[in-house]
């Protein structure tokens, strides 16, 4: 059974900047897509970004752009996402999930093809 274990949330104010780690265990992370996905309140989900399982590609929804980063350390079957110049609009719970098949690219991610997920973490940005 795979799980997800997210770190790093918290609350920081506008322009600053955190760094959230996912570690994943019970399935061979280094051949799945990785995602990082958020949910803000009365909003439905959302992918904020992908990462292909050799690391050589990635997806970044247009907000948050030139912003974040996501990646991805396959010896530790961790992922990350590098959170700067943040903004209120990015507070949600952030929820790491893994792709339901192996090898797969980023070209086009969709939010059903992420079949499990991790805890969230929440991330409050405060003017």
């Known amino acids: 059974q795979v799980q997800l274990v997210e770190s790093g949330g918290g609350l920081v104010q506008t322009g600053d900047s955190l760094r959230l780690s996912c570690t994943v265990s019970g399935r061979t992370f280094r051949v799945y897509v990785m995602g990082w996905l958020r949910q803000a309140p009365g909003k439905e989900r959302e992918i904020v970004a992908a990462?292909?399982?050799?690391?050589?590609?990635?997806y970044y929804d247009d907000s948050v752009k030139g912003r974040f980063t996501i990646s991805r350390d396959n010896a530790k079957s961790t992922v990350y996402l590098q959170m700067d110049s943040l903004k209120v609009e990015d507070t949600a719970v952030y929820y790491c999930a893994i792709h339901d098949s192996a090898f797969g690219d980023v070209a086009a991610p969709r939010l059903q093809d992420f079949g499990s997920w991790g805890q969230g973490a929440q991330v409050t940005v405060s003017s």
């Open positions: 990462i292909k399982w050799n690391g050589a590609r990635t």
